[in-house]
């Protein structure tokens, strides 16, 4: 008879930890609601800021989900799920990216006395993808649709989609003026809404209501050389020639050697240099361009040369202004001057440089293919400034979203509400643990007019209480008022927001709690110690504190 060999068989490196079963998906859980405490009270128009600052002291004031988990920089591995589903909202859709944070880490908290008492976590995702799959349809089959054809109220809805968007921002007392504005820029774009056609340029001083929207392009006024001074700040009708050639004497790169015998030698090598230099002035000159843009430097010699023939030059412009004036004014970018032709140059109605706060700015007005804009933004502090941006970014992307998908619904909890209320009554017709399941989804949604209320400081339970009522008489579209601590019919009061918000933040939300229940085991490999390869060591020994 055999006896078992008694000793045990190691198979992972010294050192390695690892976790599984029921404690470890607790433990994830836990790991996710730290994750959304981060960013509970930023939610909705009462909710509080957040300032983070970096290793090097720079300081960030937001309250937009994903930019506050990007710079907590987790590294849980099972909360990094939550801060992926943000970026992916941001990237999808824009906004929604606290909602979806929120919400993923309670289906998790309802789940959790689910898990804990052994039930299998196959059965809990079932549940789950057949909940979402009914909020989506449900979600598709209650959202209002706006008629396209209507130009009047296509844009009245973009700007209340663009105000609900800006509601919870910085910028909330401001929101009638930029979500005009926002509205406006979008409007100009192409039929496939380029993000980066937009161009967003932040001069400090001012008030938020000087800032303002180019139609065309505008950008700082580049690094210039003496003789700037004397070129004309304005064109009607001017040609544009956009280079990416550099205009002046070059030094030496390599360590060159030119042997010459006589002084009229080396003037003819320093005459050579000077006249390939005129020569691509003279092309540019004749080619009847007026404005004169560069990705390279353009040398002092180039600019006084210009000055003198009454042209306007920029060297050193940003790659992205450049692209952005080439589609708006037409013509190409030239990597050389030797075939200068008229359908190579650009054109506007207006070229000027202007003053806007303490800076130069040169604008294109009147551009014939004005497919881009540029959003000029006025304010205090930098990093007041940088969440305006963030806010606008936003507002953008739901205005864009909006045009694309027709259909909105209310926010306000509107939506969360109707839709839990949907599933617990689905859920009463159905037997078994999906019951039970349905029902802690339900009761799951209701986090965010639950957060809501929390965070204006109303009593969320009183306010709950009267959203259940009201949903169970069938009034769908009731949500929180942050405004007189009461409910309200968000959709009569204009708290709109496109459904593929709300799916997208569903969907997201419902897949990583899915994502996060179906890992039992971690299994984490120990630090390099000193006998592994070169370089690989991370100190001396596993985790040890050693002096340098």
């Known amino acids: ?89 941001d990237a999808e859709v824009g906004d929604g990216t606290t909602s979806v944070t929120l919400l993923a880490a309670e ?99 001012g008030a938020l209501e000087e800032s303002h929207l180019v139609a065309g392009v505008a950008f700082k006024k580049t690094f210039s050389y003496a003789g700037f001074e004397m070129q004309p700040k304005r064109y009607d009708q001017p040609k544009i020639a956009l280079l990416n050639v550099e205009l002046e004497l070059k030094a030496e790169k390599d360590n060159a050697e030119v042997r010459v015998k006589s002084v009229e030698d080396y003037q003819a090598i320093v005459d050579a240099e000077w006249n ?78 202007v003053q806007v706060g303490g800076e130069r700015y040169n604008f294109f007005k009147g551009c014939p293919r004005s497919h881009t804009c540029t959003i000029i933004l006025r304010g205090g502090a930098e990093q007041f400034m940088e969440e305006t941006e963030r806010s606008l970014h936003d507002a953008i992307m739901i205005v864009r979203r909006a045009i694309k998908n027709d259909s909105i619904v209310a926010g306000g909890g509107a939506i969360e509400m109707e839709l839990s209320k949907y599933l617990r009554d689905y859920s009463r017709t159905i037997p078994g643990k999906q019951q039970l399941l349905i029902g802690a989804y339900a009761k799951a949604l209701e986090i965010i007019p639950r957060q809501l209320c929390d965070n204006a400081g109303f009593d969320a339970t009183n306010i709950l209480n009267k959203l259940r009522a009201k949903h169970a008489q069938g009034g769908m579209w009731y949500g929180v008022d942050v405004n007189n601590e009461d409910i309200a019919d968000n959709y009569l009061a204009c708290v709109w927001e496109p459904s593929i918000v709300r799916i997208n933040a569903l969907t997201a939300a419902s897949e990583a709690a899915c994502l996060i229940l179906s ?30």
């Open 107 to 205: 289906f998790l908290k309802q789940l959790k006395p689910y898990v804990e008492e052994g039930l299998h976590p196959q059965t809990i995702i079932r549940a789950f993808r057949s909940a979402t799959h009914l909020a989506v349809k449900k979600i598709r089959e209650i959202s209002v649709t706006v008629k396209k054809d209507d130009k009047k109220e296509q844009r009245e809805l973009l700007v209340k989609c663009a105000a609900t968007a800006m509601n919870s921002k910085l910028i909330a007392g401001q929101k009638e003026f930029f979500s005009e504005m926002v509205v406006e820029a979008v409007m100009m774009l192409d039929e496939l809404l380029p993000l980066k056609m937009i161009g967003i340029k932040k001069v400090q001083g």
């Open 276 to 353: 390939i230099l005129y020569d691509k002035l003279e092309k540019i000159y004749k080619s009847g361009a007026k404005v004169v843009l560069s990705k390279l430097p353009i040398g002092d010699v180039a600019t006084q040369y210009f000055a003198d023939r009454d042209l306007f030059c920029a060297g050193r412009v940003q790659e992205e202004d450049l692209k952005r004036t080439m589609m708006a004014c037409g013509g190409s970018i030239q990597t050389s001057v030797g075939s200068m032709t008229d359908d190579v140059l650009g054109r506007c109605e207006v070229f000027e440089e």
């Open 1 to 89: 008879m055999l006896t078992e060999c008694p000793t045990p068989v190691i198979l992972l490196k010294e050192g390695t930890d690892t976790s599984q079963g029921v404690p470890q998906l607790i433990s994830n859980i836990n790991a996710c609601q730290v994750i959304a405490e981060a960013v509970r009270t930023t939610l909705g128009p009462r909710g509080m800021d957040k300032l983070m600052v970096d290793g090097r002291g720079k300081a960030t004031i937001s309250n937009d989900g994903a930019t506050i988990l990007k710079l907590l920089d987790v590294v849980h591995p099972a909360a990094k799920t939550l801060v992926d589903i943000a970026r992916s909202q």
């Open 519 to 548: 890992v039992d085991e971690t299994i984490k490999n120990p630090r390099s110690s000193v006998e592994g390869p070169p370089g690989g060591g991370r100190g001396r020994g596993r985790g040890r504190p050693h002096a340098h």
